[in-house]
C-alpha cells in the first residue's frame, strides 16, 4: 500500500484503511519512520544548520514530514488500532522514530528538522493521551546516530560514529539492529502500559550536557 503521509486528504486516508483492512483486518502495531522525503517538497540535502537560515517553506516542509506523518498515519488507521482492547493483553500500539535534537539543541543538527523532531514528541505525548481510552499505546524511540544511506547525507560517518562511542557513557552507539530490537520490545506486551514515553537507545549520551569546545 503507498500513501503519501505527507500529502493526507479526505480520500486518501479512508482509501489507506480500506486497503489495511482488506489485506491484513485490525493491525496491532504501527510504526512511523520517515527515511527520506520528496526533494520537491525539502532540500534536505541543503538545509542550514541554523534555523535563523532556514526558509519558511523548508520549516513547514520539515514539521509536515517529520513531526505530522505520524498523526495523518494514526488517523487513518485508528479504527483498526482501536479494535485491540485495552482491558485484555491485546493493547495496539503506534511508534515513532525520534532524535536527541528534538528535545537538546544540538548545533551539528538542521534546524529544521530540530523544529520536526520538537512537533513528533510534543505530538506523541498527546496522541497517548487522547487514544489512550481506545487502547492504542503511543510512544517514541530516540536512537543515536546510525550509519545509514541517509546517515551520512545528514553528515555522520564512521570518525564520528567513533568519537560518540568515546563519550556515551556505555562508550557505544547502539546499531540498527540494536535499536530494532528496543523496538519490537516497545511494541510487544511487556511494555502494554508504556505509553507517551520517548525512551533513547542512544548508549546514555542524551544524559551528557553538550560541549562547546569555543568556551574552553
Given at each position: 500500500?503507498?500513501?503519501?503521509a505527507?500529502?493526507?486528504?479526505?480520500?486518501?486516508?479512508?482509501?489507506?484503511?480500506?486497503?489495511?483492512?482488506?489485506?491484513?483486518?485490525?493491525?496491532?502495531?504501527?510504526?512511523?519512520?520517515?527515511?527520506?522525503?520528496?526533494?520537491?517538497?525539502?532540500?534536505?540535502?541543503?538545509?542550514?544548520?541554523?534555523?535563523?537560515?532556514?526558509?519558511?517553506?523548508?520549516?513547514?516542509?520539515?514539521?509536515?514530514?517529520?513531526?505530522?506523518?505520524?498523526?495523518?498515519?494514526?488517523?487513518?488507521?485508528?479504527?483498526?488500532?482501536?479494535?485491540?482492547?485495552?482491558?485484555?493483553?491485546?493493547?495496539?500500539?503506534?511508534?515513532?522514530?525520534?532524535?536527541?535534537?528534538?528535545?537538546?539543541?544540538?548545533?551539528?543538527?538542521?534546524?529544521?528538522?530540530?523544529?520536526?523532531?520538537?512537533?513528533?514528541?510534543?505530538?506523541?505525548?498527546?496522541?497517548?493521551v487522547?487514544?489512550?481510552?481506545?487502547?492504542?499505546?503511543?510512544?517514541?524511540?530516540?536512537?543515536?546516530?546510525?550509519?545509514?544511506?541517509?546517515?551520512?547525507?545528514?553528515g555522520?560517518?564512521?570518525?564520528?560514529?567513533?568519537?560518540?562511542?568515546?563519550?556515551?557513557?556505555?562508550?557505544?552507539?547502539?546499531?540498527?539492529?540494536?535499536?530494532?530490537?528496543?523496538a519490537?520490545?516497545?511494541?510487544?506486551?511487556?511494555?502494554?502500559?508504556?505509553?507517551?514515553?520517548?525512551?533513547?537507545?542512544?548508549?546514555?549520551?542524551?544524559?551528557?550536557?553538550?560541549?562547546?569546545?569555543?568556551?574552553?
Amino acid at each position: 500500500v503507498i500513501y503519501d503521509a505527507l500529502a493526507p486528504s479526505s480520500e486518501s486516508e479512508p482509501a489507506l484503511r480500506e486497503a489495511v483492512e482488506r489485506e491484513v483486518g485490525a493491525i496491532d502495531f504501527l510504526v512511523d519512520a520517515v527515511a527520506g522525503v520528496d526533494n520537491k517538497m525539502i532540500d534536505i540535502e541543503g538545509l542550514p544548520d541554523q534555523l535563523i537560515d532556514t526558509s519558511a517553506e523548508n520549516v513547514l516542509g520539515m514539521i509536515r514530514a517529520t513531526g505530522l506523518s505520524v498523526l495523518s498515519t494514526a488517523r487513518a488507521l485508528r479504527a483498526l488500532l482501536a479494535d485491540n482492547d485495552a482491558r485484555s493483553d491485546r493493547v495496539a500500539s503506534i511508534l515513532a522514530i525520534s532524535y536527541l535534537a528534538g528535545e537538546k539543541v544540538d548545533l551539528g543538527y538542521p534546524g529544521g528538522l530540530s523544529l520536526g523532531k520538537s512537533v513528533l514528541e510534543a505530538t506523541i505525548r498527546r496522541l497517548a493521551v487522547e487514544l489512550g481510552p481506545e487502547g492504542i499505546r503511543v510512544n517514541a524511540l530516540s536512537a543515536g546516530p546510525v550509519l545509514t544511506t541517509r546517515g551520512t547525507v545528514m553528515g555522520i560517518t564512521v570518525e564520528g560514529i567513533e568519537e560518540y562511542e568515546r563519550s556515551a557513557p556505555l562508550r557505544h552507539a547502539p546499531t540498527a539492529s540494536e535499536i530494532g530490537r528496543v523496538a519490537v520490545s516497545l511494541l510487544s506486551p511487556a511494555m502494554m502500559w508504556v505509553s507517551g514515553e520517548v525512551v533513547h537507545v542512544d548508549g546514555g549520551k542524551n544524559l551528557l550536557a553538550p560541549v562547546d569546545r569555543s568556551l574552553h
